[in-house]
């Protein structure tokens, strides 16, 4: 076995396959024969010196994370900031890679991640400590630069894409004697790429979604009641898609309007879905529905995009070549060669090019109006949210989702008090 | 062909399978050369003599009915009062029944359209007119008398069970840093059905959901409250799932405590979930997300159970071949054989020992302490949600889902004024 040990950690909101990157990355560490360490938590588990031990995971057990959603090792939201001002951290995390003599260090995020592994990567530069820093990309938000698209996000986006086509029906059924408008909730506080991806739903002028509302172009909640008016009278019913993260004109976001309270003076939690379908009501009189798939829509394993599944495991396993080749402060990106046939592969970008940049969604993908996607997003749109990747069921209809238990690793190093 | 029309029409909330219904009825009469049409908009189309023609979907479509949600004709919300309070309307339907020869009528809906069938089978025999009525069983709600259970909850049961089971991995990930609380709301207004359903993601102790809320307990805030904590103690995170109809011992429901204000001094649409977690915030401190799926539960065909879409399909046969054979003012009933392995047949009841009539929970089903789901009520649901029955997608990831056109049949009365 060659020296050094391989760890792995995984960082920020998980995803339906950010495990299958995990899955891949041990699998090609073990045909490397290199030991893999997971972080317990994310970054977190570094620093604590909280190590679990992959290789008492059986090979049925790694094949199993690549259809279990959620996070095997536990993730957490912890942003180191600069070397200077988190110099302890940084040097613990060194101190603890040193213990344990960790040669490799991939981390599996979004933006911030990257900025992490960066900084992790010029620290053991400056130390002289030979370390190789890899990312792996991961983020339903879709907003990491550089790489075309996000593993995590061709998953988020045919949940998305499917529950809307399917409450559409419901709401058209019912329509003329019950709900008129509804309303569905999704993520993305700067970026719309989410509620975008609702819109593959339907593709003629009168199908649902009738209109999306995206944090790219300021709320006007007149223009925005005229238009359900016009969609119900027009078409029997109105089906609004809304990312979480509309703000008026005057920048203040639309969900803070929620933080009322009840009948009992209680805190009234709200959010986007439910003020605009108050405001439906109110104004217009419709009776409205709402929902809010919160976590649902980033764990929803069971519908997993195979674009994205396929991705995921991808960035893994070019995650442990870049590291094994001594390709340091990289991350794998996904490079689209061509849309129809999609075809993509994976390129090699510095993390320099990728933390703490965001990827906007490009203007030509929000319709002239505002309340819609084009063609251009639908060309960028469809090929991440194609092809199916059921995992598998047990007799008792519900998905075999894997939560093994890993052995930890014994401690070297004082407690950190950090 | 023989004489006669066979007349069938959807009610009230639509579901993933009642389109399988059906498609099971239109099949079936086919086969029996028996001419069907379709009221638009469930007894409402019947009403207004609004009747679609199914001789125009090809047996492709037909089929491809038996894979999409919602209600391909349109259902409503329209409850007919006794046969002296609404004659008006039962003898138009009579009226319409006999100006299109329709000699057998199929209403597929629960305990009102049961009674709407019962009662104009009462009231054709009282004008000699000679006319079958036979409902079709469907309710997510699960609470029809005499039938074991009801198309349609089996598949929001499993949609139910496999998103709690798929955002507790999520929650359980994040919980150090992020949300240690999670509340999902399911749908269940009287009866805890389909709250009862997500107890089958987690079978041990520390599993989750680890707390249930059902309508059939009273909401103690206190109680539930020490009880949260005491699971965020032990296990580090809670996920809760609560019936959207749960209230407290005064019997006021706790959903109506968020028909608050915002801060802008608009209605603030609530619902159980974000009451609770608005209190488990306020009240204990702990980061906090909710779900609510909405009609996404109800409509979920592309992660259907088999078993109800088969239970579906037997319903929408068995109906056909019941009017038929004359079997007047019936349904056919799901009776079950055994649980495991699980075996059930299709029998015929009375409408009139399942009109009005309402099935609760047995007491059994629910722990006593309250909060969770016993042995026999696991027995009762797990074959329920058993098997999996996807829908075809298309290249483009979608399922495909079967939006026909059907023609409208042409109309011989006047306008109807009711």
New interface residues.
Partial sequence: MPAGTLLYA?SG??TAVINASASAVIQTARTRKIRVLAAR?GI?GALREDLLDTATLSTADVRALAH?????F?????KLKSLDADRARYERLLEVFRAHDVRWFLYNGGNDSADTALKVSQLAAEFGYPLTCVGVPKTIDNDLAVTDCCPGFGSAA?YT???V??????????A????RV?VYEAMGRHAGWLAAAAG??GEGKDDAPHIILFPERAYDEADFLAKVDAVVKRVGYCVVVASEGIRRADGSFVA?????????G??????VA??L???V??ALGYK?????????Q??????A?K?DLEQAMAAGRAAVECALAGQNAVMPVIVRDSDAPYRWHIDIAPLEQIANHEKTMPKGFIRKDGYGITAAARRYL?PL????A?PP?G?????K?A?PKLASVKKKLPAWKG
């Avoid at 279990?68 to 095997?72: D, E, H, L, M, W």
């Avoid at 209680?266 to 959010?271: E, I, P, R, S």
């Avoid at 980033?298 to 519908?303: E, G």
């Avoid at 949210?385 to 199916?388: D, F, L, N, T, V």
């Fill in positions: 995984q909101g998980v938590n977190l279990t959603p959620g996070g095997a536990g993730s957490c939201r912890l045919k894409a499917i529950s086509r399917e409450c559409a029906l419901d709401v058209a059924a019912m003329e004697t019950s709900t509804f593959l739903a803070d309007a929620g933080g009322g309270k009840d009948s009992f209680h805190t009234q939690l709200g959010g439910s003020h379908a108050g405001r009501k109110d409205v529905h709402w929902a809010l798939p919160d976590y649902l980033r764990s929803a394993r069971h519908i995009s674009t469809s949210i194609a092809g199916e059921f069921f007799d008792d209809g519900l998905p989702y939560t």
